[in-house]
């Protein structure tokens, strides 16, 4: 008998198969065309806009397109601050599992890794990364997959996480099947048809081919390679992505364009009006331009001195559109508390308590993102160790070594007032907040506490060697060489 969660799954799937599922699919292709400077189909949506106000299809194919293709992956780098500073990772202990999964962050170039994973989470809210070995090359990779390229079907009881995975894929033969991933029942198999649902028995129905000759290969036991990677928690397991910033470049370029357009035609129209030219023509009967094929004014040649040559101006609305592109962007990019990616141009008070007011809406969006991918990340690495060891028997990791992994996430490198960071810093020390050793940490997170310690000890030893002297006090007191013995430093 149908539980009333399979019920209300039965329904709820039905619906979004039907009416929504279509669109969250062309949305999330869209998004990915902008965020990957696909110029082609960016172009080709500018085409499809222009149709909607242009009638004729020759004033389309004669216009010359204008597309910001750098604008979506230029906005989110101002947006997503996490990573601008790549994190320092670090293992409290020293072994031979650390040094594997040293080796393993490389082969995946892992900091690089969880920026884009961060970029594409905001961009999509939701994307399912894939880690996976690839025999031919002997080595681990990882995908992304969003809405627009993967069928995920989701828990009923809980529908932010999934319960069946698929994918399409194109073979050598260029041939397309579907890989699924069936989480609860431990099952990876690949579809020749497109997968369809079952509420009521929870499946994908249809035929299933196993990887392999043995059936076993597609039983994969608690090996499921899948992290989901969530930005906000919406009304669905997708959510809603950046679509509003997705329509606001696609109408800049619309009114670029018609701008360009217009202006050009415009100018044109009003050299012809102000003389009746004559000239060299090409085939067509056009005439030609150029520096080797001068325009004359028609009567040029009758001996009559004032050729009429004046052109007639007119006043375009460039200025204005121009003006309001220009506003629509700074409207966008306020509300993100970021600088305009149109403008170059910085006016900004440089005094220290401005500069402080100007990075808080930064800073305070980068400690917001860091809870938002700590445990992303953190699962990210433990499916590479899993995926790992499942493909590589003679190159285990201990799942363990995560309980010694350390991902120190570091604030952006923000314009700042170092002299008054300073000051604030020395009063810090004489008043015992913060010591000299915390201040040398601070600025180089890398050093364990020990290292920033013989770093002060090294430098106070230069400067004794150089002046012969100890330089002003720190407000820590470390023991130091002089002159071969052991003293205190004032």
């Known amino acids: 008998m149908q539980s009333s969660f399979d019920s209300v ?52 194919d004669d216009m010359k397109l204008i597309t910001l293709d750098y604008f979506i992956p230029a906005f989110l780098d101002k947006i997503c601050s996490v990573y601008n500073t790549p994190p320092i990772i670090k293992f409290e202990n020293e072994g031979q599992d650390q040094e594997r999964l040293e080796a393993l962050f490389d082969e995946v170039d ?141 109408s800049i370029n619309l009114l670029l364009t018609v701008l360009q357009d217009d202006t050009i035609r415009e100018a044109i129209r009003l050299l012809i009006m102000g003389f009746e030219p004559t000239g060299t023509k090409d085939i067509k009967g056009k005439i030609k331009t150029g520096l080797r094929n001068p325009i004359f004014s028609a009567n040029a040649f009758t001996g009559e001195g004032g050729a009429p040559t004046q052109i007639l101006s007119a006043d375009l609305y460039t ?28 006016k900004q008070d440089l005094s220290g308590i401005a500069l402080r007011i100007k990075n808080e809406p930064l800073l305070r969006q980068w400690a917001s993102d860091i809870m938002k991918v700590t445990k992303n990340d953190l699962r990210l690495v433990e499916k590479l160790i899993e995926c790992n060891n499942y493909h590589r028997p003679d190159n285990q990791i201990n799942p363990n070594v995560m309980d010694t992994l350390i991902i120190d996430y570091q604030q952006p490198k923000v314009i700042s007032d170092e002299k008054a960071d300073y000051e604030l810093a020395k009063m810090q020390m004489e008043d015992g907040v913060i010591s000299a050793v915390d201040w040398v940490q601070r600025k180089n997170p890398e050093m364990s506490r020990d290292e920033a310690e013989q770093y002060i000890k090294d430098n106070i030893q230069e400067f004794d060697d150089l002046f012969g002297m100890s330089p002003p006090p720190l407000s820590e007191s470390i023991p130091v060489e002089s002159n071969g013995k052991l003293v205190e430093a004032e």
């Open 9 to 60: 799954h039965a329904v709820n799937y039905s619906l979004i198969e039907k009416n929504q599922l279509a669109d969250l699919q062309r949305r999330a292709s869209i998004r990915d065309f902008f965020l990957e400077q696909d110029s082609v189909h960016i172009q080709g949506k500018l085409k499809e806009d222009l149709g909607k106000y242009y009638s004729d299809a020759k004033d389309l």
């Open 110 to 250: 892992i900091k690089h890794l969880m920026a884009d994973n961060m970029i594409k989470m905001k961009m999509h809210n939701t994307i399912m990364v894939h880690c996976k070995w690839v025999e031919d090359i002997d080595r681990l990779v990882v995908e992304q997959y969003n809405a627009g390229t993967s069928l995920v079907y989701e828990l009923p009881e809980h529908f932010y996480d999934p319960m069946i995975v698929a994918y399409p894929f194109i073979t050598d033969d260029n041939t397309q099947m579907y890989i699924i991933w069936d989480r609860i029942r431990g099952l990876h198999y690949f579809m020749t048809d497109t997968p369809i649902y079952d509420p009521i028995s929870r499946d994908i129905l249809g035929e299933k081919f196993s990887f392999g000759q043995e059936i076993n290969d597609m039983f994969v036991g608690d090996y499921f390679p899948w992290v989901t990677m969530r930005y906000r928690r919406q009304d669905s397991f997708w959510g809603n992505g950046m679509d509003s910033l997705i329509e606001l470049i696609r």
């Open 319 to 346: 200025e204005d559109v121009l003006k309001y592109v220009d506003q629509l962007v700074d409207m966008v990019s306020a509300t993100y508390s970021v600088e305009s990616v149109l403008k170059t141009q910085l």
